[in-house]
């Protein structure tokens, strides 16, 4: 008998990193004096902070620090991050030329921590659960509409990754029990007050589960600022294992928050 072969594409459809700046001592002043611009024009980015319904298919985001969170796993170099600069493309080529540009450029007076990953086709995602989730997700607005961002990521456990795929996908969605009452909520539910609010993005990690000092999920918000106490209610909900089994197999950096910027100088003027 013949059968199908009509699995879907998981090569990935955008390469992307989050550069993470601390300024060494008395290095301020040669950091707000690099020609960050030049590189971003050589290499075609177009600023996210002028972006409205979406993604920049080549882009580069400038957020100054409001402050950070430290969690599960020690991350200084993100905890303490004065600056982040988000930098996307569709090949990781773009990506790595940015990056290499920008150690280049300020690598004697910042210490870089870069966080990357890619974006791949949703695993877990049903026709009906695009509908719920990402069918009417908020799109990328300009950053003086949208100004807060927040970076959160995290890492499974191993006992997470020795579960099939299957029992994986059971951690998404709600249980219920012979009687129809739902016993958690999973973390779509927990999650759901997001959806008409906050701009995401999640970069995988190339290889699962990621190696020693990465993590295996970054994901990033924005939103307008009226909408942050619902990214964090958000967090909390997701982070109650008895609303949201998953999360006993999740372990967090530290979450950093951030303000959009129009300019490289902005950053540590």
């Not at 877990?124 to 509908?131: F, G, I, L, R, V």
Request: glycine share 8%; with cysteine; net charge neutral.
């Amino acid at each position: 008998m013949i059968g199908a072969n009509d699995q879907r594409p998981t090569a990935p459809t955008r390469h992307g990193a989050y550069l993470c700046l601390r300024p060494r001592p008395g290095a301020r002043h040669a950091l707000v004096g690099a020609d960050v611009p030049a590189l971003v024009e050589r290499l075609g980015l177009t600023n996210e902070f002028g972006a409205a319904g979406g993604h920049p298919r080549e882009a580069v985001a400038y957020l100054r620090r409001v402050g950070g969170t430290p969690w599960h796993i020690a991350d200084d170099g993100l905890l303490h991050a004065e600056a982040v600069v988000h930098v996307a493309a569709p090949t990781a080529e773009r990506v790595e030329r940015f990056c290499a540009g920008l150690d280049r450029l300020v690598g004697q007076a910042a210490e870089i921590r870069v966080l990357g990953g890619e974006v791949r086709g949703r695993r877990y995602t049903s026709e009906a659960m695009h509908d719920f989730a990402y069918a009417h997700q908020v799109l990328q607005h300009p950053g003086a509409t949208a100004p807060n961002a927040f970076l959160v990521p995290v890492r499974k456990t191993a006992a997470w990754w020795k579960k099939s795929w299957l029992e994986r996908h059971t951690y998404f969605l709600p249980r219920y029990n012979e009687a129809g009452r739902m016993l958690n909520e999973g973390h779509a539910l927990a999650a759901a007050a997001g959806i008409p609010c906050l701009m995401r993005r999640t970069y995988c990690h190339p290889t699962e589960p990621a190696g020693d000092g990465a993590y295996d999920f970054v994901s990033y918000f924005e939103c307008a600022d009226e909408d942050a106490p619902t990214f964090h209610a958000v967090c909390t909900a997701l982070r109650d294992v008895a609303r949201n089994p998953e999360w006993a197999f999740v372990r967090e950096g530290p979450t950093w928050q951030g303000r959009r910027v129009a300019t490289w100088a902005e950053l540590f003027a």
